[in-house]
């Protein structure tokens, strides 16, 4: 059996004009593409399909949430996910895929199997830097972020101002602002 079979769309059996395929994704999706940096996904992928004489177009649009871990502080939290794309389905005498909005398929395939084009959407869509938004608006209390406040640079200028400086460093200090 063919891994992500629910994916394939057999467009040799449809009629010209415009179909609509409705995924949902969740993490057993990203299990198969041995992607291991959700910890959840609830996701819905609508695909509008229209079949014409000589081609095919697809337009994907995907929407709902992920959750992942923040880089900063390693909390998980549900980052929104919502994007679009357009594929152009050609045929020709071979498979080519070199361009990213264009897919020639050879003469006499009779379906299409999508899994990688929604994986990409998908994974496309996520910032790179994954911030929890209590970072952001300040409501996020950790340990790890109390540790990273203290040791980040503005936290040693105010360590260092509160321990007592030796005044020869003050003389030097001024040769600098003596301009």
């Not at 929407?63 to 923040?70: F, I, L, P, R, Y």
């Not at 990213?100 to 006499?108: D, R």
Request: charged share 35%; glycine share 4%.
């Amino acid at each position: 059996m063919k891994p992500l079979k629910e994916y394939d769309i057999q467009f040799v059996g449809l009629k010209l004009g415009k179909h609509h395929f409705d995924y949902q994704i969740d993490k057993k999706f990203f299990e198969h593409f041995e992607y291991d940096d959700f910890n959840d996904a609830h996701i819905k992928v609508n695909i509008l399909f229209e079949k014409k004489a000589t081609l095919l177009e697809l337009d994907f649009e995907a929407s709902g949430t992920v959750n992942v871990n923040c880089d900063t502080s390693n909390e998980p939290y549900e980052q929104t996910i919502e994007d679009d794309f357009n594929l152009v389905v050609k045929f020709g005498d071979e498979y080519n895929d070199e361009n990213e909005n264009i897919l020639i398929l050879p003469h006499g395939e009779f379906e299409l199997n999508i899994a990688q084009y929604i994986y990409e959407l998908i994974i496309l869509a996520m910032p790179i830097k994954r911030v929890h938004p209590g970072i952001k608006d300040g409501t996020l209390k950790s340990e790890i972020l109390k540790k990273l406040e203290e040791l980040s640079p503005n936290g040693l200028k105010e360590k260092e101002k509160s321990e007592d400086i030796d005044p020869r460093w003050n003389t030097l200090k001024k040769l600098l602002t003596d301009k």
